[in-house]
């Protein structure tokens, strides 16, 4: 089984992560993320071939529709302020982070 069917993706998610593999793999994806990190951390949106990726979900769209590739970095710091989100809006507790890059 592969990782994400694990997580509860499933034909299709894998279906289309293969296609977009091939574009991150012939060097042709860059970040759909609405926020690169890597871009912000002065690099660019491309992803090199070979460096961990995800689908970026388009949260917009609904559930199941993606943005297209992304950076493992970016996506998961989307995901975790979007989880952050959900929970305070349910009045969950949310963990607090320290914004990284600022000193006191």
Same mark, same amino acid.
């Given at each position: 089984?592969a !990782?994400?069917?694990?997580?509860?993706?499933?034909? !299709?998610?894998?279906? +289309?992560?293969?296609?977009?593999?091939?574009?991150?793999?012939?060097?042709?994806?860059?970040?759909?993320?609405?926020?690169?990190?890597?871009? +912000?951390?002065?690099?660019?949106?491309?992803?090199?071939?070979?460096?961990?990726? #995800? +689908?970026?979900?388009?949260?917009?769209?609904?559930?199941?529709?993606?943005?297209?590739?992304? #950076?493992e !970095?970016?996506?998961?710091?989307?995901?975790?302020?979007?989880?952050?989100?959900?929970?305070?809006?349910s009045?969950?507790?949310?963990?607090?982070?320290?914004?990284?890059?600022?000193?006191?």
């Open positions: 089984m !990782r994400t069917a694990g997580r509860g993706y499933g034909g !299709r998610h894998q279906r +289309l992560r293969g296609q977009v593999r091939q574009q991150v793999d012939a060097g042709e994806a860059y970040c759909t993320e609405v926020i690169c990190l890597e871009e +912000l951390d002065g690099r660019s949106r491309w992803i090199e071939p070979g460096t961990p990726w #995800h +689908l970026a979900h388009d949260r917009a769209a609904g559930p199941g529709m993606y943005l297209g590739p992304a #950076h !970095r970016c996506n998961t710091s989307e995901g975790a302020a979007w989880g952050n989100a959900q929970r305070a809006r009045g969950e507790e949310v963990a607090h982070v320290e914004p990284r890059g600022i000193v006191c």
